[in-house]
């Protein structure tokens, strides 16, 4: 991990972030699709609970993460969340902000007493978490159809020791997680 900022701090994003958040991942993303999405699910109470951190480096936000709740369609029991969307700006990343983010994001999640989180994202980033790939192999559709040439991107997370045994199905997020737009690019 290469640090060339100042000190990094992780904390819960207050109201007041909101529109920093959304310029985050403006400027992380170059596009609006995932500011629209942080703000609807933000929004959204059906996707609660949610987790929402933030990477703040000397009293500026660089960063941002966001969990929300999901079910599994057919399967009862087992707690999960869906990672998305995760973003620092362009000129923080490779800094090992967003590795921070999403270490604390899981430990969290831990703490709440989630079983598996879901999320996709690239492939040689997230295995470094525990995430696996093609979590479809292992029983788990995403929320939507996913091109072939992106089953790697389809990943789990297990907090919780025997919930993969124990757990299969579609996945369901929020609603606005379902959008074919965030599944087919």
Known sequence: MRRTGGKLEIRATRSSDIETV????????GSEDEPELTRILLEDAGAAPLISLVAEEDGRVV??????STSLEGTAGEASMMVAPLGVIPDRQKN????????????????????LL????????????????RAQD?????????????AEAWMVLELTP????????????????????????
């Open 63 to 68: 960063g941002h993460i966001l969990l929300s």
């Open 118 to 133: 879901f999320l996709a994202g690239h492939p040689g980033y997230y295995p470094r978490f525990g995430f696996r790939t």
């Open 22 to 29: 959304l310029e985050v991942h403006r400027r992380a993303f």
């Open 96 to 115: 090992g902000i967003g590795t921070a983010l999403t270490r604390a994001a899981i430990e969290q999640a831990r703490q709440f007493g989630i079983d």
């Open 162 to 185: 025997g919930a993969i045994q124990r757990a299969s199905g579609r996945v369901v997020p929020a609603e606005e997680l379902s959008n074919p737009k965030y599944w087919m690019e």
């Open 138 to 150: 292992l029983g788990f559709a995403p929320p939507a159809p996913m091109p072939p040439d992106h």
